[in-house]
Nanobody, 117 residues
Framework: QVQLVESGGGLVQPGGSLRLSCAASESIVSIYNMGWYRQAPGKQRELVAVVRSGGSTNYADPVKGRFTISRDNAKNTVYLQMNSLKPEDTAVYYC???????????WGQGTQVTVSS
């Protein structure tokens, strides 16, 4: 059973930056597609960014140009660098991992990001 542990959330002012980390319990970072979803109060969970096993990345339109997803295979960790944060980025951010064409998705416990002055 793959376990994902997130860290790095917190309270930040608009325009600020945070870096989220997602550490996997196994060496899956270069094998699985991994990324981040977020869920704001009263809203559906939405995909924020993904880094595929082959290394390609995709971003949701609201975060393009502000967020960067990356991975460190040696540390079994995926990162989400978030810059120019806006109040609408406030949400619980969840790390996930899924094999390409796989049926099982592993989730982290979530980390709260609050953007407020």
């Amino acid at each position: 059973q793959v376990q994902l542990v997130e860290s790095g959330g917190g309270l930040v002012q608009p325009g600020g930056s945070l870096r989220l980390s997602c550490a996997a319990s196994e060496s899956i970072v270069s094998i699985y597609n991994m990324g981040w979803y977020r869920q704001a109060p009263g809203k559906q969970r939405e995909l924020v960014a993904v880094v595929r096993s082959g290394g390609s990345t995709n971003y949701a339109d609201p975060v393009k140009g502000r967020f960067t997803i990356s991975r460190d295979n040696a540390k079994n960790t995926v990162y989400l660098q978030m810059n120019s944060l806006k109040p609408e980025d406030t949400a619980v951010y969840y790390c996930y991992a899924r094999k390409p064409y796989g049926a099982i998705t592993y989730w982290g416990q979530g980390t709260q990001v609050t953007v407020s002055s």
